[in-house]
Nanobody
Framework: VQLQASGGGLVQTGGSLRLTCAAS????????VGWFRQAPGREREFVST????????IYAASVKGRFTISRDNAKNTVYLQMNSLKPEDTAVYYC??????????????WGQGTLVTVSS
């Protein structure tokens, strides 16, 4: 599975962005897909994950109620809708495919990352 994340950019506080994770490979639909982020000088942290069918989701406490993850297996795509963005959401966002987990080590395949910058 090859993944490509896109949709990042510069947005003001309170704004919205939608990240897209496009995948190639016929095994995409059998993988959970997670979003992680990494800010400068900080460790990579879990943001959200969605199960293979899309029936289960988990969110980090810091984004719950503001971010929504979804997937369209027919299009081999996972989305992360981010609303009410805050400066502390600034980071490089990565999508990853693997087993159902909130830990990076659970994911085998990683995209290249897309930068989200939220200005105050």
């Amino acid at each position: 599975v090859q993944l490509q994340a896109s949709g990042g950019g510069l947005v003001q506080t309170g704004g919205s962005l939608r990240l897209t994770c496009a995948a190639s490979g016929r095994t995409f639909s059998v993988n959970a897909v997670g979003w992680f982020r990494q800010a400068p000088g900080r460790e990579r942290e879990f943001v959200s994950t969605i199960s293979e069918s899309g029936g289960r989701t988990i969110y980090a406490a810091s984004v719950k109620g503001r971010f929504t993850i979804s997937r369209d297996n027919a299009k081999n795509t996972v989305y992360l809708q981010m609303n009410s963005l805050k400066p502390e959401d600034t980071a490089v966002y990565y999508c990853a495919a693997g087993v159902w987990s909130t830990a990076p080590r659970g994911y085998t395949y990683w995209g290249q990352g897309t930068l989200v910058t939220v200005s105050s």
